[in-house]
């Protein structure tokens, strides 16, 4: 090998090197968000309050959603790298859709990795502004593991726009 593809090489090797490093060398996957609704109907895990919202707001005025999401220990929590959340407004009708973002490990296949099998959340505040005065529906989509499989589940609130 001549002189000339020797640091080629060997400068394709350090930006293949630098490249991985800048995340870890590790994959993401995202996942629309598990919102647990237990079998008894109550929101959240162990019936803890999963999802928070004002009975009232002021129209054209933020109406500050509190949703708390669960996953394991891959869960990102690193708002940049966390998972969007679709928010969709028509009327005084809103979907929000949280998505969460899990952590794959390394990309190497030599590396032994996982995730610590934890129960983790993640709560994040989405607000909501409607336009028109009167009962709003917030709907939270998101996927209930009480059943095998799991399956999408949408969850619905009111609140009165004033």
Known sequence: MDKGRA?????????GTAFAACDGGRRYRDQMAVIEVGSDGTLGFEAGVQV?????????RAAQIK???????????????????????KGREAVIV????????????TVHW???????YWTRIV??????RGTATVAI?????D?????????????EVV
Request: proline share 8%; glycine share 10%.
């Open 127 to 132: 607000p909501v502004v409607f336009h028109e």
């Open 52 to 60: 928070t919202l004002p009975d009232t707001v002021a129209v054209g």
């Open 7 to 15: 640091w080629f090489a060997m400068a394709l090797l350090m930006a």
């Open 114 to 120: 996982n995730c610590a099998d934890v129960l983790t």
């Open 98 to 109: 949280p998505w969460d973002r899990f952590s794959l490990g390394p990309r190497s296949p």
């Open 141 to 145: 989509r998101g996927i209930s593991e």
């Open 67 to 89: 949703i708390r999401t669960y996953g394991g220990g891959c869960l990102i929590r690193d708002p940049q790298r966390g998972g969007k959340t679709l928010v969709n407004v």
């Open 147 to 159: 059943t095998y499989p799991s399956r999408v589940i949408e969850v619905v609130f009111r609140l």
